[in-house]
């Protein structure tokens, strides 16, 4: 591998004029730069990122520690994030906290170790000890999809409860009155704000959301099969579960078939966080929609602002609700893989 002085011999360039070169400093005339460039490119250069981050005190990199690197949702974020991060001229490290705010730690002091220059988060479990010590240190930090009422840190989001108006309004005017949900752990901000937004719009209906109808899942497929499990063991089951978020859906599809039952004939079912699998299921899913690439590109932004030194901006995006064909819409008339029809929420 060629070293910094094969590129200056190569130039005719002392190792301090290589080396001010590659930095883009003035004092190196436009010659200069460019028969260094050239040898650069001759050589097959790489200049060592750990030794000019000693010098500059950035590695131009980034940590991105998410929820559940299983979950579709977060795996777009995250590809999101390497893609801005990347066009802004950063790397970026992931952390897989798996729901688990000891794995959490464990990758927020692995990065931190690794001289990152700043951390995204989406907070599990209402955060962690390592990763709050971090921010209230004063690392560059932003909190993305998820928050902890407190910190001061920017928070990258979006805002689902105007989309979850629009689903209970929407089944409504399909005819159904006994809506049930299964939530999010109530430990996180999602979790909370999801079950919040559910039974405000049922109470604009003048709708009860009995306890019956609120099941306790944790952002897992498994979950979401126990309590549609126990739904349909009531007396009188819910005509639609709303499951908080995509992986439990999919558990409540599984249950609902395991039992030999039909959505939506039997029991309709409805979700937050779309995902592309939505539209090939049978049937397709109505679910909540979130602006996830534009939550990565945002989060990113608001970072490298932090990173800066500049105080960085909280950002909050609408969802919006997709309807398609899993809580008893009727047939449309459109080619199974067409878009699907939009309703947009209002902020």
Not at 48 to 59: E, G, K, M, V
């Amino acid at each position: 591998m060629a070293s910094i002085k094969d590129v200056a011999a190569e130039a005719g360039v002392s190792v301090a004029t290589v080396s001010r070169a590659l930095n883009g400093h003035p004092s190196v005339s436009a010659t200069a730069r460019a028969r260094v460039l050239a040898a650069v490119e001759t050589l097959g250069y790489r200049p060592n990122a750990l030794a000019r981050s000693l010098r500059t005190d950035q590695t131009r990199t980034l940590g991105l520690v998410i929820s559940d690197v299983m979950n579709p949702y977060f795996t777009e974020l995250a590809r999101s994030v390497e893609e801005e991060a990347r066009a802004l001229g950063y790397s970026v490290i992931i952390g897989n906290a798996d729901e688990r705010p000891d794995l959490q730690d464990h990758h927020v002091t692995t990065l931190l170790d690794r001289r990152i220059d700043g951390l995204l988060v989406s907070p599990t479990d209402g955060g962690s000890p390592r990763m709050l010590d971090a921010a209230r240190a004063g690392t560059p930090m932003v909190f993305v999809d998820r928050w902890i009422p407190g910190v001061d840190v920017p928070v990258v989001r979006s805002d689902g409860r105007g989309a979850v108006r629009d689903l209970v309004a929407h089944l409504h005017g399909l005819g159904h009155r006994r809506l049930a949900i299964i939530a999010g752990p109530a430990a996180t901000t999602t979790g909370r704000e999801r079950v919040d937004a559910f039974r405000e719009a049922l109470a604009a209906y003048g709708l009860p959301l009995p306890d019956a109808y609120i099941g306790q899942g944790d952002f897992q497929a498994d979950s979401g099969r126990r309590v549609t499990e126990g739904f349909l063991d009531l007396p009188e089951p819910p005509e639609v579960v709303f499951a908080a978020d995509n992986l439990m859906a999919l558990g409540a599809l599984d249950a609902v078939r395991a039992r030999g039952l039909r959505v939506p004939e039997d029991i309709g079912l409805a979700a937050f966080d779309d995902i592309p699998w939505f539209v090939h299921t049978d049937p397709p899913v109505t679910a909540v929609a979130q602006p996830t690439r534009e939550l990565g590109r945002a989060a990113v932004r608001a970072l490298v602002e932090r990173i800066a030194g500049r105080p960085g901006e909280s950002v909050t995006l609408p969802a919006r609700l997709v309807i398609r064909r899993s809580c008893g819409e009727p047939p449309r008339e459109q080619h199974p893989l067409s878009p699907s029809p939009v309703r947009r929420s209002t902020p």
